[in-house]
């Protein structure tokens, strides 16, 4: 497993943009695919993107467009590039590390403490 940490949240307007990243401790990061999830409050955490060991990607449909993820294997990070921010519900994003490549939140096994967003109309 490795360690993770986000930063970047924040409020933001609709229609601005934000960046998130995700910085990981340990050897293996490479080995990982690395997602974002989100959670608002009341509702399961959902998938947003991910991003696997040869650069491949997806994204939820929500967000396919609008927001792109990236990693940095040399540096341990992976961040996610958020634009077109819509007013929705708050919410906590997620970052997670996983040996598998799909958008179950079950196939992570490291996750990072999270960090809020909140997009104002």
């Known amino acids: 497993q490795v360690q993770l940490v986000e930063s970047g949240g924040g409020l933001v307007q609709a229609g601005g943009s934000l960046r998130l990243s995700c910085a990981a401790s340990?050897?293996?990061?490479?080995?990982?695919?690395m997602g974002w999830f989100r959670q608002a409050p009341g509702k399961e955490r959902e998938f947003v993107a991910i991003?696997?060991?040869?650069?491949?990607?997806d994204y939820a449909a929500s967000v396919k467009g609008r927001f792109t993820i990236s990693r940095d294997n040399a540096k341990n990070t992976v961040s996610l590039q958020m634009n077109s921010l819509q007013p929705e519900a708050p919410a906590v994003y997620y970052c997670?590390?996983?040996?598998?490549?799909?958008?179950?939140?079950?196939?992570?096994?490291?996750w990072g403490q999270g960090t809020q967003v909140t997009v104002s109309s």
């Open positions: 997670a590390a996983g040996p598998v490549s799909g958008s179950s939140p079950s196939g992570y096994n490291s």
């Open positions: 991003i696997r060991t040869g650069g491949s990607t």
């Open positions: 340990g050897r293996t990061f490479s080995r990982y695919t």
